[in-house]
């Protein structure tokens, strides 16, 4: 049976190009690349596979960006060296799925010739729900909480955005909450528009369309009177103080870091913090940090992947051995406090391994990683 696209052969433009976009998601692709003088290729479950037998030819990427941007103009920013990042959104019947893309374009160097290279990411209609995401009894608990700094940590496609989107699903929908969620993100990676909420309300804000920086979001965020906070990436020492000053002031504050596990998540928020802050606004994150969760995928027996988790719910225990010691110690105390307080990954894998969801083989090279 051909892993090729059923159309393949036909230029993608207009609707055949939206046709195609459908056709990816319905494969459960996370990845869309489309370049010039080059096959398309799809990512499904952490493989790369190519979809069309012949590469596309310059004309057909140059019609592909255009449709997107809607105007003949998308290809003259990007021979200007200007990125484009766009949204898409295919919804042929309003009773069925809605088929909803983050892209970004750039200019390219395809061998000796200059090219365009596009990226598609789809975006979950609705996010995945906690339940199918085999999240830990002990996470669950560690979950629940009004206030506070809740971290959700991994390297890029380690799962963490699908992890926060269901968790945020899971408080909208639950009747006994009345929360009021306002989200920054940059881009927009999960929609909240169609999830069956009673008592609850979201804003979703995009940087920087709707507003410039992750600073600004926040300022704005505390203004609403909202009852969650999220940030989709701490990325600077702007993003981190602001985090942790909206944490201060009552609010429960999730965001993400592109960390390895929880104690080099701790390690990447102190050096976030401005040099000339850092002994305040570390005590202070330290003081109203609830969670910290790092997130790896690996090959499931379905073919697919799994996640496992690292995580450390945050006992006042914890938060006084942190604060008790030099920060140079903070990461060897997060360490011995996964042991005893946590879930290592050590741990999580076994527990992968144990419910059949990894094979003994997957298994013993991620436990090889971690020695």
């Given amino acids: 049976m051909s892993c090729f696209w059923p159309e393949d052969g036909t230029p993608l433009r207009g609707e055949t190009l939206d046709r195609f976009l459908m056709w990816c998601?319905?494969?459960?692709?996370?990845?869309?690349?489309i370049q010039t003088e080059t096959p398309v290729m799809i990512r499904v479950h952490g493989q790369n596979r190519q979809v069309t037998e012949n590469a596309s030819l310059p004309g057909e990427v140059e019609d592909a960006i255009n449709y997107i941007f809607r105007a003949a103009t998308a290809?003259?920013?990007?021979?200007?060296?200007?990125?484009?990042?766009?949204?898409?959104?295919?919804?042929?019947?309003?009773?069925?799925?809605?088929?909803?893309?983050?892209?970004n374009a750039v200019g390219a160097q395809v061998g000796t010739e200059t090219?365009?290279?596009?990226?598609?990411?789809?975006?979950?209609?609705?996010?995945?729900?906690?339940?199918?995401?085999?999240?830990?009894?002990?996470?669950?608990?560690?979950?629940?909480?009004?206030?506070?700094m809740y971290l959700i940590c991994?390297?890029?496609g380690s799962g963490k955005t699908t992890l926060i989107g269901g968790i945020n699903r899971s408080r909208l929908e639950n009747p006994n909450l009345h929360c009021?969620?306002?989200?920054?993100?940059?881009?927009?990676?999960?929609?909240?528009?169609?999830?069956?909420r009673r008592n609850s309300t979201v804003t979703q804000v995009e940087i920087p369309r709707d507003l410039r920086t992750f600073p600004d979001f926040i300022r704005a965020a505390v203004r609403r009177e909202p009852t969650d906070i999220g940030v989709t990436e701490c990325r600077d020492n702007e993003t981190m103080e602001a985090a942790i000053q909206a944490a201060i002031s009552g609010h429960r504050l999730t965001t993400s870091l592109h960390t390895f596990d929880c104690a080099?998540?701790?390690?990447?928020?102190?050096?976030?913090?401005?040099?000339?802050?850092?002994?305040?606004?570390?005590?202070?994150?330290?003081?109203?940090?609830?969670l910290v969760v790092n997130q790896r995928l690996l090959r499931s027996t379905d073919g697919k992947?799994?996640?496992?988790?690292?995580?450390?719910?945050?006992?006042?225990?914890?938060?006084?051995?942190?604060?008790?010691?030099?920060?140079?110690?903070?990461?060897?105390i997060t360490r011995e406090a996964v042991q005893s307080d946590g879930q290592t990954y050590e741990k999580a894998i076994e527990i992968a391994h144990e419910e059949g969801r990894i094979t003994a083989a997957v298994a013993a090279a991620a436990l090889k990683e971690e020695a």
Wanted: aromatic share 6%; proline share 7%; net charge negative.
């Fill in 25 to 33: 998601a319905e494969e459960e692709a996370s990845r869309i690349e």
């Fill in 75 to 103: 290809v003259t920013k990007l021979k200007q060296g200007e990125p484009l990042d766009l949204s898409h959104t295919i919804w042929p019947d309003r009773q069925k799925r809605r088929y909803s893309f983050r892209l």
């Fill in 115 to 148: 090219g365009i290279s596009i990226t598609f990411r789809p975006i979950a209609d609705i996010p995945r729900a906690l339940e199918e995401q085999n999240v830990e009894p002990r996470l669950l608990e560690a979950l629940e909480g009004e206030r506070g």
């Fill in 154 to 156: 991994g390297a890029t």
């Fill in 180 to 196: 009021d969620l306002v989200e920054g993100s940059a881009p927009l990676e999960i929609l909240y528009d169609l999830v069956e």
């Fill in 264 to 290: 080099s998540s701790i390690r990447r928020v102190e050096a976030l913090c401005p040099s000339d802050q850092r002994d305040s606004l570390t005590i202070s994150f330290v003081e109203n940090l609830k």
């Fill in 305 to 332: 992947r799994t996640p496992i988790r690292e995580f450390l719910p945050v006992s006042r225990v914890v938060r006084n051995r942190l604060l008790d010691a030099p920060r140079d110690r903070w990461p060897q």
